[in-house]
């Protein structure tokens, strides 16, 4: 059995998903679980639904009439002005108007979940209608009864135990009697013990696929993007980046960690704890080799540099004069995982502890003010966070240059990676 997964961007529009069948009818004499997110930006549109319904909500039955015609149009585009995606359609934003009709509740992040989550909802449905029509008969079924989380919303923590029950229940007796066939389910959404809607943090489509590989016992996942495998570079950036053949669970780990947008950094642990092997390959050209990741390869060293904007460097100092020691460290870090701030690089003097962080104000401004309580909190905004992975002089130099007109606030480095905080 093989898992796929397809991001947002390889079901963006009509020819897209008709890219997609060709790619499955390659497959036809496999057994496939094929997880697919939300159509091009759809998640980005649904976070602004979200945002009209807390604060502007005359402005929400326009965004819905809009997220539906454009779900209705690729529809008619690939099947046809009457097509068995209509009626599914009406099913679901019917159950999308019930949601928002609801007055909010006081928990922002169990309203995002049970809203954004539409977005997989509807790409799915509409392309396995699809499939159907074309005669690539797939099985839809829906990852939150598949995927077991506790009620983190927005971030929920997989509990591996009840999903492999569910997992195994549902799609081995699909595969039981059938060499071939494909389960087509939602990437990113998974339910609670209540049958609560939860999601697994943004982009975590890649981190299903690998949740349903690790209990299918999979013996492969392929990820397939709009690149031709994983980059060194973001080429948008940086005109020469070139793809990385083979790369190990652990070089992968480490390039997520730091932000390079090659894959969900949650991905890699259960691929890892199975060795599945994952490959990244372009979904524009299936036959092409893509990248490779296993426990063991011959890894060339190259640089690789991740660019992060847009963050925020806080800098938390006793009201006292007293030295940051242990404790005033396990206070400030406690604070911080309370608020769930994800640590970019962190750096500590005898009076001043300093962490670079995604500048994301919602989850940032209760946890200054927690801070503020005991510290004298100073923060710098529109900082731009540089790794580079497998450093050398030569590289250094090219951000240096790249970014000249920009001051070095910090240079932290060790032997495989620098990370320098530029404003
Ligand atoms: N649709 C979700 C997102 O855009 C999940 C994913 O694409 O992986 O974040
Ligand atoms: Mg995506």
Known sequence: MKVFKFGGASVKDAPAIEN??????????????VVISAMGKTTNFL????????HAPE??????????????TVAEQLMGVENPFLPQSERLFTLLNEQLQRPTSDNFDYDYDRIVSF???????????????QGVETQWLDARQLIRTDNTYREGHVDWAVTQKLVCNTINPYFQNRTHGIVLTQGFIAGTAENQTTTLGREGSDYSAAILAYTLDAECVTVWKDVPGILNADPKRFPDAVKIDR?????????????????????????????IPLYVKSFFHPENEGSMITKDADLKEIPSFIVKDNQLLISVSPRDFSIIGVENLSIILDVLAKYRVKINLIQNSALTFSVCTDNV?????????????EFIVKFNDGIRLVTIRHYDKDSEKEVLAMFSNEDVLIRQSNRHTIQLVLK
């Open 361 to 373: 104000p919602l989850r940032l401004k209760p946890c200054i003010e927690e801070l503020q309580e």
């Open 247 to 275: 790369l190990t669970y652990h070089e992968t780990v480490e390039l997520a960690y730091y932000g390079a947008s090659v894959i969900h950094p949650k991905t890699l642990k259960p691929l890892h704890n199975k060795q």
């Open 59 to 72: 402005n929400v039955p326009a965004l819905i009439a809009e997220l539906r015609t454009n779900h209705e």
């Open 20 to 33: 997609l069948k060709n790619i499955l009818h390659h497959y036809e004499d496999e057994q496939l679980v």
């Open 47 to 54: 976070e602004k639904l979200l945002d009209a319904y807390y």
């Open 119 to 133: 977005g997989e909802l509807l790409s799915t449905t509409l392309i396995s209608a699809y499939l159907n029509t």
